[in-house]
Nanobody, 135 residues
């Protein structure tokens, strides 16, 4: 059973930076995992922000955050990070990390598409961390 714990949220002014962390445990050796960051603002649907394949370097971003956010991983710590720079008020939301175990075929197909996997693929979710950006 994969468990995820997010941290690093907070309140910043526009133009500032935050780094979110997603500490994972319970990964099964030999499985293919992808970790994604999602966010949900009040009254809005949850949306994908970025994703990365565990043990690889393939990552994908939502257009709204490209060039400002960077997803990375520290395999030794089983932790995925989301570095958020040049934050905007519209980035304010609850941020969640999620993990999915993929088959080789599914992972290859998604990597080729270069998109964040659909939310329906993610089975394991963290509790979320709040990010608030003031203007």
């Amino acid at each position: 059973q994969v468990q995820l714990v997010e941290s690093g949220g907070g309140s910043v002014q526009a133009g500032g930076s935050l780094r979110l962390s997603c500490a994972g445990s319970g990964y099964t050796y030999g499985h293919n995992y992808v970790v994604g960051w999602f966010r949900q603002a009040p009254g809005k649907e949850r949306e994908g922000v970025a994703s990365i394949y565990i043990g690889g370097n393939k990552s994908s971003y939502a257009d709204s955050v490209k060039g400002r956010f960077t997803i990375s991983q520290d395999n030794a710590k089983n932790t995925v990070y989301l570095q958020m720079n040049v934050l905007k008020p519209e980035d304010s939301a609850m941020y969640y990390c999620a993990a999915a175990a993929l088959s080789n075929v599914h992972m290859t197909a998604l990597q080729a598409l270069g998109v964040i996997p659909p939310q329906s693929a993610f089975v394991y979710w963290g509790q979320g961390t709040q990010v608030t950006v003031s203007s």
